[in-house]
C-alpha cells in the first residue's frame, strides 16, 4: 500500500479512507514541541557564531535567516530517507523524528494500519524522490524557525510540487515537517522577499489579511457546519471560494447525511495549538500563502437492519464493537491564499487539502 501523494480532492480521499496518503494521536513527539509552529517571535535566544567559530547568544532581538540554503538541502534529503525507509519497513518510528503536527498525526495512523495489515512491510514500496527543490526562507529572531519547500516528486501528477513546512523548536532539535500538501506548479504564488532574498512571516493575528492566520481553521470548521446555500458565493459572501474542499465537500456531506438508513453527523475544530499552529508568508499582492490544521469527526449511525461498511484499510484502527454505530476522525492540513483586506475578491481560496482517517470507532 504505498504512500503516493497527488492533488486530492475529498471524495478521492473518503474513497480510500485517506490511506493511500499519509497518518496520528499517540505518535512519538519531539521535544521542546510546545509552540513550535507560532509565527509570532520567540522570546529566546539566537544563536550565532563569531569569525573565530565560537557560537555567541546575541539575545532575542537579533532577526537572522531561519536555515543556511545547504542546511534546508540536507534536511530535505534527511526527511525523505527516513520517509522511504518508513514506508517500505510500515515502522512508526523510522520518521518519527522528521514529521510532527499533522502530518504526524495522518502519516503515523497510515502506518500503524500499514504495519497490521503488511507486518513484513509494504509489498508496493517505490522510493519516494523529490528532485528540484526550491527553498524559501523567512527572517525572524528566536524560536521556533521554519522554512518551505517545494520540489518536484517522481510519484503523483505532471506540473506538480510538494510542499513542506519544514520546524525545529531549538539548536539540539532536527528538522522534521510539520505540513504536507501538493498543489500545481503554477498555482504558488510569488512571496515578499527582502534584498537578500529572504521572505517574510505574517503575524498569527495579521489586521491585513482577509482572516487572520490564527482564525483560519475556525472559519473553516463554521464554514463546513453551513448549508450548501448558505451564502451567495459572491465578493463579500463567503469566506472561502468554491472548490473540492469547500462548496464541494460541503455539498458532498449534505447529500449523504440524506441517504436512508444511515444518519451522518459531523464535527469540526480547529488544529491551532503548538505542534499545530498555523504558519504563512507574506505574497507579493500583499496577503499570504498560510498552512493551517483541522480535526474533523463523523458519526455514522445505521437503522435497524442497516450494515456498516468498513473499508479494509481502516479496519486496523477500528477499536470498539461495531454494533450500531461508528465514528471516524480524521485530521486535515492545508494551504490557502489569504487576500489582503484591500482586494476586491476577499475569499480565501483552497490550494489543496491533504487529510487522513486516524482513528476508529464501533459503537
Not at 239 to 258: C, I, L, N
Not at 336 to 354: E, G, I, M
Amino acid at each position: 500500500m504505498s504512500r503516493d501523494r497527488g492533488v486530492l480532492s475529498p471524495r478521492r480521499l473518503s474513497e480510500y479512507t485517506g490511506f493511500r496518503r499519509l497518518g496520528t494521536y499517540g505518535r512519538p513527539r519531539r521535544l521542546g514541541g510546545h509552540g513550535r509552529f507560532a509565527l509570532v517571535t520567540a522570546s529566546v535566544a539566537v544563536l550565532s557564531v563569531t569569525a573565530s567559530g565560537c557560537v555567541v547568544v546575541h539575545g532575542e532581538r537579533e532577526i537572522v535567516p531561519t536555515v543556511t540554503r545547504a542546511d534546508a538541502a540536507r534536511a530535505l534529503k534527511e526527511f525523505t530517507a527516513a520517509y522511504n525507509k518508513a514506508d517500505k519497513t510500515y515502522d512508526q518510528a523510522a520518521d518519527a523524528e522528521r514529521v510532527t503536527g499533522a502530518l504526524a498525526d495522518i502519516d503515523g495512523a497510515k502506518l500503524r494500519a500499514g504495519r497490521k495489515n503488511n507486518p513484513d512491510g509494504n509489498p508496493a514500496h517505490s522510493p519516494l524522490k523529490l528532485t528540484d527543490p526550491n527553498f524559501t526562507i523567512p527572517e525572524k529572531a528566536g524560536w521556533p524557525r521554519w522554512f518551505v519547500a517545494d520540489t518536484a516528486a517522481n510519484k503523483g501528477f505532471k506540473n506538480t510540487r510538494w510542499l513542506m513546512v519544514f520546524t525545529r523548536s531549538d539548536a539540539d532539535d532536527v528538522w522534521a515537517v510539520s505540513y504536507l500538501t501538493i498543489v500545481q506548479a503554477d498555482a504558488i504564488p510569488k512571496f515578499k522577499k527582502n534584498a537578500d532574498g529572504f521572505a517574510q512571516t505574517v503575524p498569527a493575528d495579521d489586521a491585513a489579511l482577509a482572516v487572520a492566520p490564527r482564525e483560519l481553521g475556525k472559519a473553516y470548521a463554521t464554514y463546513l457546519k453551513a448549508k450548501p446555500s448558505g451564502g451567495s458565493g459572491g465578493s463579500g459572501g463567503e469566506v472561502f471560494a468554491p472548490g473540492p474542499h469547500t462548496s464541494a465537500w460541503r455539498a458532498d456531506r449534505e447529500k449523504k447525511s440524506a441517504q436512508p438508513g444511515l444518519a451522518r453527523q459531523y464535527v469540526d475544530e480547529p488544529l491551532s495549538k503548538g505542534d499545530y499552529a498555523p504558519v504563512g508568508l507574506r505574497t507579493t499582492d500583499g496577503g499570504a500563502m498560510v498552512f493551517f490544521a483541522t480535526h474533523h469527526y463523523e458519526k455514522q449511525t445505521a437503522a435497524p437492519g442497516v450494515d456498516l461498511d468498513i473499508h479494509p484499510s481502516a479496519r486496523p484502527l477500528l477499536t470498539g464493537e461495531v454494533k450500531s454505530s461508528l465514528t471516524l476522525q480524521r485530521v486535515s492540513n492545508g494551504v490557502v491564499l489569504d487576500p489582503p483586506k484591500s482586494a476586491s475578491d476577499q475569499r480565501v481560496t483552497f490550494l489543496n487539502r491533504v487529510d487522513g482517517l486516524t482513528s476508529v470507532k464501533g459503537e
